[in-house]
């Protein structure tokens, strides 16, 4: 809304021509929802601690969890959201199809997410609302979101699925792109939920995802760059570089509470929010393999799950000490603050081969 006020003084206020430029208001995004994030975070741990809002500990994890975890407030999700929310608000193009498209999934799931937590206070579980119950309300909101985003759009590539490595290889999904899209956006939503389990895990892995995408989103839809780079052309996704720079920003105001030990948790308001917004993103920038790949810490946490349930139903035996794969090497005896730095580690090297793959074709 900002951005589109300042526009119609430019030809009265010619250095406010910078807004013009998406890497600008990018740069803008990152700060604004920073210092958002840096402001409100205090004050909304005091509310949520003194209104009881705990995260309930799951009792078959980690021993020292129980310990030094309980009591810790839950629902920091919130103070991300706002973040992001009032940077995009401010600084994108808020008429523009991509923007309202990752804007409707990342408050939908944030709402969701928010319930899910409010149901695990409220309950004293780690339980909240049933697998089945979130599930179909992600692929409602899903379907909606997708059938939206298809109706408006008029462009035939949409429905391509495009492979990494080679410069005309695709398929074409045709309908089959709608239940594909749902895959991509519920899971990983859920993959990154499943990975925020330790203080500060999920937050950095979702900044270097968000980032790559920043970079993706703003070449794709620069005519200039995505021929020089060889990848699809799609007209508007610059602006989903600015949604990124706002997810980047408030991700580092909210690692400033969540850093190890952490005085709050996002809770399934964030990580479901996050997960699905990068889901979105995968989608409209064509580049859901990419997305895959930069994203393969959030891959390996779901894939260990998975693997753990097939192999405990089918054979009563688990092929990890506990699942997702992080409380397995915590498990092995691992400290907490270890695992979470090589699995940063991790994501950086994932992030790198994500973004070569732009120029290896």
Same mark, same amino acid.
């Given at each position: /809304?900002?951005?589109?006020? @300042?526009?119609?003084?430019?030809?009265?206020?010619?250095?406010?021509?910078?807004?013009?430029y998406?890497?600008?208001?990018?740069?803008?995004?990152?700060?604004t929802s920073l210092?958002?994030?840096?402001?409100?975070?205090? !004050?909304?741990?005091? /509310?949520?601690?003194?209104?009881?809002?705990?995260?309930?500990?799951?009792?078959d $994890?980690?021993?020292?969890?129980?310990?030094?975890k309980?009591?810790?407030?839950? /629902?920091?999700?919130?103070v991300? %959201?706002i $973040?992001?929310?009032?940077s995009? @608000?401010?600084w994108?193009d808020i008429?523009?199809?991509?923007?309202?498209?990752?804007?409707?999934?990342?408050?939908?799931?944030?709402?969701l997410?928010?319930?899910?937590?409010?149901?695990?206070?409220?309950?004293?579980?780690?339980?909240?609302?049933?697998?089945?119950?979130?599930l179909?309300i992600?692929?409602?909101?899903?379907?909606?979101?997708?059938?939206?985003?298809?109706y408006?759009?008029?462009?035939?590539?949409?429905?391509?699925?495009?492979?990494? &490595? &080679?410069?005309?290889?695709?398929?074409?999904?045709?309908?089959?792109?709608?239940?594909?899209?749902?895959?991509?956006i519920?899971?990983?939503s859920?993959a990154?939920?499943?990975?925020? $389990?330790?203080?500060?895990?999920?937050t950095v !892995?979702? *900044?270097?995802v968000?980032?790559?995408?920043? &970079?993706?989103?703003?070449?794709?839809?620069?005519?200039?760059?995505?021929?020089?780079?060889?990848?699809?052309?799609?007209?508007?996704?610059?602006?989903?570089?600015i949604?990124?720079?706002?997810?980047?920003g408030s991700?580092?105001g909210?690692?400033?509470f969540?850093?190890? !030990?952490?005085?709050?948790?996002?809770g399934?308001? $964030?990580?479901?929010?996050?997960g699905?917004?990068?889901?979105?993103?995968?989608?409209i920038?064509?580049h859901?393999?990419?997305?895959?790949?930069?994203?393969?810490?959030?891959?390996?946490?779901?894939?260990?799950?998975?693997?753990?349930?097939?192999s405990?139903?089918?054979?009563?035996?688990?092929?990890?000490? /506990?699942?997702?794969?992080?409380?397995?090497?915590?498990?092995?005896?691992?400290p907490?603050?270890?695992?979470v *730095?090589?699995?940063?580690?991790?994501?950086?090297?994932?992030a790198l081969?994500?973004?070569?793959? %732009?120029? @290896?074709?």
């Amino acid at each position: /809304m900002l951005y589109s006020f @300042l526009l119609e003084f430019v030809d009265y206020l010619s250095f406010l021509n910078v807004f013009k430029y998406i890497t600008f208001r990018v740069g803008l995004a990152v700060f604004t929802s920073l210092v958002i994030v840096l402001i409100i975070g205090g !004050p909304f741990i005091k /509310m949520v601690s003194n209104n009881k809002f705990v995260n309930p500990i799951r009792d078959d $994890g980690p021993e020292d969890h129980i310990i030094k975890k309980i009591g810790t407030p839950t /629902m920091g999700g919130l103070v991300i %959201l706002i $973040g992001i929310i009032l940077s995009v @608000l401010m600084w994108a193009d808020i008429k523009n199809i991509y923007i309202i498209f990752t804007l409707y999934i990342l408050i939908s799931f944030g709402l969701l997410g928010a319930f899910d937590d409010y149901k695990k206070v409220k309950n004293n579980n780690s339980t909240g609302v049933s697998f089945k119950f979130k599930l179909l309300i992600q692929i409602i909101i899903s379907v909606i979101g997708i059938s939206f985003l298809t109706y408006y759009l008029d462009y035939q590539e949409f429905t391509n699925l495009y492979f990494p &490595f &080679f410069k005309d290889l695709f398929i074409n999904l045709g309908w089959f792109f709608i239940p594909f899209s749902l895959f991509v956006i519920i899971g990983s939503s859920n993959a990154v939920n499943l990975t925020d $389990g330790l203080d500060g895990l999920a937050t950095v !892995p979702v *900044i270097l995802v968000a980032a790559c995408f920043a &970079f993706i989103s703003y070449v794709a839809g620069n005519i200039i760059f995505s021929e020089y780079l060889q990848i699809i052309y799609i007209e508007g996704t610059g602006e989903i570089a600015i949604f990124c720079g706002s997810i980047i920003g408030s991700c580092l105001g909210f690692l400033w509470f969540n850093a190890p !030990p952490a005085k709050i948790f996002m809770g399934d308001t $964030g990580s479901l929010s996050l997960g699905g917004s990068l889901g979105a993103i995968g989608i409209i920038t064509k580049h859901e393999i990419v997305l895959a790949i930069t994203g393969g810490l959030f891959v390996l946490e779901a894939l260990s799950v998975i693997v753990q349930v097939i192999s405990y139903k089918l054979t009563g035996k688990r092929v990890f000490r /506990m699942a997702p794969i992080h409380h397995h090497f915590e498990k092995k005896g691992w400290p907490e603050s270890t695992v979470v *730095i090589r699995f940063w580690i991790i994501s950086i090297i994932l992030a790198l081969i994500g973004l070569a793959t %732009l120029k @290896l074709r």
